[in-house]
């Protein structure tokens, strides 16, 4: 154990930002250009009105027209009710319905969905994914997270990680995920992949990665897909393929246990499918798909149940329509 | 930093540079979202202090400083540089550190707490630079921009009198920007003066003053009376406003001190310190009474002032609002403008957008009329560089 914890020691020292270190955007940019990259900035969408408007507006203007730093930016909706696309599109964004993206694919339901068909819709050889419920948006939410790309070509994967300072005592802060995170991903992480824990906030939704391993990578098209990515880039690449930047504060809407529950459904789903292809358990039953949850009305408890199956589409690289769009 | 040659200003032009602008839409937005977002209440402006130097900084104007009153101050030099032209905003807000200053963008509008008052403001001070260079508009004169603190209540305008007690160069002219409300043209100033009158229960060895279950509260009632009637007997010329009464803080223990804050207004200067002395007498008497003691602070003051309706600056003001099709509205003020027309300083106070609910958490702005606001700053600042200002 003392080789693994000076392992995650080391790699904590050089592969952990924080986002001040990237302050000189003037840098950034001519070390993007000089490095021949283009970057596509992507967010995922839902329902999102409240939110979507301010996020495009900063995005575009402090890293478009103040510093060229993104080369486009897409809004990629699941079918939204109300006027997230319009609002997006008013904004000077790219806007995208999933199920019109390689429709002779079909279309399915999930934030997966978005990000493995944005792979193909957008030109970028980096893509930076980044959630549209954030309050407190602000450029470094991009920036920070594609710079570690740009000055290390050795670096595949940049995952943000945000302070969540619930006591502090004798200099030490705490640091943590979300709820998922620290009772379900962390535990398997520890009992299985023991490197992976030291991604602060493994299911954090701001993320950049090159092209060349997201195309190769299979996407669980619902809450899985982060777990997932973080187990099949550190089984082929080890854990020196991925960074993580340290964005400060994150504010946004609390999701209900309910649905945290429903997450850390489909996350096990993925994950111990991996485990099983990766051979790491053996004879695992079939799993059950129905995610059971009760609701009391008074001495009656009723039986909530909904179908999570986590499927899961191909590595973008096996479809030819993606080859022929992106040369390859 | 910026191309082109000086062009004179064709007939029409804030409507062709209505349109032009558009193309500093997410930059302009952005800059509101983000001078929307820092907290800046008076007294505590250092965090928006920063971001506008920032901007300032990136758009390379000279001498980027920040002075003892913690004002914000950048320029952009002239062509000719023999003039200096002042655009300014008050950079603080009626907002505290610890409430939720979240900006929501939606179809057309933004909203969120201290947007109008004076969030726009600042960010389109911020802008000011690239909206010149957008234009290819080169002033022959200098353009200082300056972000003032300390503008609100007890602040009483300190940034900007500080400022003008110790600018290096004379300001020819000035512009005040304020988010709301788009057609306001202010070229005036009331006679101003704030009080305070702070009532307190004695040591209660005397007279008990919960006796009569009301403690101060009787007495601030009385005394808020009184300012009614002086008010009653010396509208329309002057007012007084009630701006606020605090005292107690539950149901059921009568409060022991109290506070009431009031602005006596007037197009009179000797009104407004005579109205004063007939207050601080009427508090005087009501001091003692119940074992209460009364006092009185005043806090602010300003001298009336007016540019007049004939002045070449207002009447071009109010021709490229008609030009823009927007109706003008004149509004006397008793801000920053005060100070400058004080000081014999040709000046305006102009609104920027259309708004609603101000000084409220909903606090909203309309974006699509920004750009006529804009276009209406762009174009008496090129008046003022003119110099046909008398």
Redesign the interface.
Known sequence: MPDLDQRISRWLETNTFHHSEFWDMQELVRAKREAGLTISLCIPTLNEEKTIGKEIIVFKSELMDRYPLIDEIAVIDSGSSDRTLEIAASFGADTYLSSEILPQYGSKSGKGENLWKAIHQLRGDIICYVDADIKNIHAKFASALVAPLIYRPEIQYVKAFYDRPLAVSDDMRPSGGGRVTEILVRPLFSMFFPELTALIQPLSGEYAVRREVLERLPFPIGYGVETAHLVDLYQSSGLDAFAQTDLDNRIHRNQPTSDLGKMAFGILQGFMKRLRDYGMVKELPEFHGLFRQFQAEGQRYEQVTREIFEEERPPMITLPEYRERHGR | MRKGTAKTRPDGAALTYREKLRRL???L???V??AG?IPSPTGGERRLTRFLSDRFT?CGLANVSLDHAGNIAGMLPGRVGERTLLVSAHIDKIWSETDDH??????GIMSGRGLADNSLGVAVLATLPLILEELEIDLASNLLLLGTTRSFGRGDLAGMRFFLGNVSHPIDAALCLEGIELGRLSYSSLGMARGEILVRAGSGEVENPDETGCGVATILAELVVALRHIHERESPTSRILVGSIEAGSGYSVPPRSGMVRFEIRSHEADHVARIGDEIARTVATASGRDGLTASLEMIAHRSPGDLGTNHPLVRHARGTLALLGIESHVAPSVSELALLLDRGIPSLTLGLTKGENRHSPSEAISLEPIFDGLAQIVSVLQFMDEGKLS
């Open positions: 839409r997410e930059i937005f952005a800059n979202v983000m977002e990136e979240t900006v929501s963008v939606g179809a």
